[in-house]
């Protein structure tokens, strides 16, 4: 029985070891160095707004506080949980409205201090309900 056990905790931090590695050797490099991205910001009413953004962040956290304003949230353990973008709030307890970002179009599986940038990225902020 004990050799069973064993095996099978070797196992498991074979398998562990195994996804880090992928992860650690597939992951994107920071870019550093001045870039320019562009945000755009779709809100409720349809209208949007665009912004040029010149940083040398090297994630988009640090180049959307860049621009004074722009977004507005609270901290969490998983980084900022963007509640305002561009003066505009959503609130999901009132209406289940939030913002739902995208790079290029795509969904981003990682949030703001997470989501490294390159030159010439291209964001969206969108205001969205449900």
């Known amino acids: 029985m004990k050799?069973?056990?064993?095996?099978?905790?070797?196992?498991?931090?074979?398998?562990?070891?195994?996804?880090?590695?992928?992860?650690?050797?597939?992951?994107?490099?920071?870019?550093?160095?001045?870039?320019t991205i562009t945000l755009e910001v779709v809100h409720g009413d349809g209208s949007s707004s665009g912004f040029t953004i010149e940083t040398d962040s090297e994630n988009l956290r640090g180049a959307l506080d860049q621009v004074e304003g722009l977004i507005g949230g609270?901290?969490?353990?998983?980084?900022?949980?963007?509640?305002?973008?561009?003066?505009?709030?959503?609130?999901?307890d009132r209406d289940q409205s939030w913002w739902c970002l995208?790079?290029?179009?795509?969904?981003?599986?990682?949030?703001?201090?997470?989501?490294?940038?390159?030159?010439?990225d291209h964001y969206e902020f969108t205001y969205t309900i449900g």
């Open 3 to 35: 050799k069973k056990q064993l095996i099978a905790v070797i196992c498991f931090c074979s398998l562990v070891l195994s996804v880090f590695l992928v992860w650690y050797f597939t992951r994107p490099d920071p870019v550093s160095g001045q870039k």
């Open 74 to 92: 609270e901290e969490s353990m998983y980084g900022l949980m963007v509640y305002t973008v561009d003066g505009e709030t959503a609130d999901w």
């Open 102 to 120: 995208t790079k290029s179009g795509e969904w981003l599986d990682t949030g703001l201090d997470g989501t490294l940038i390159a030159d010439g």
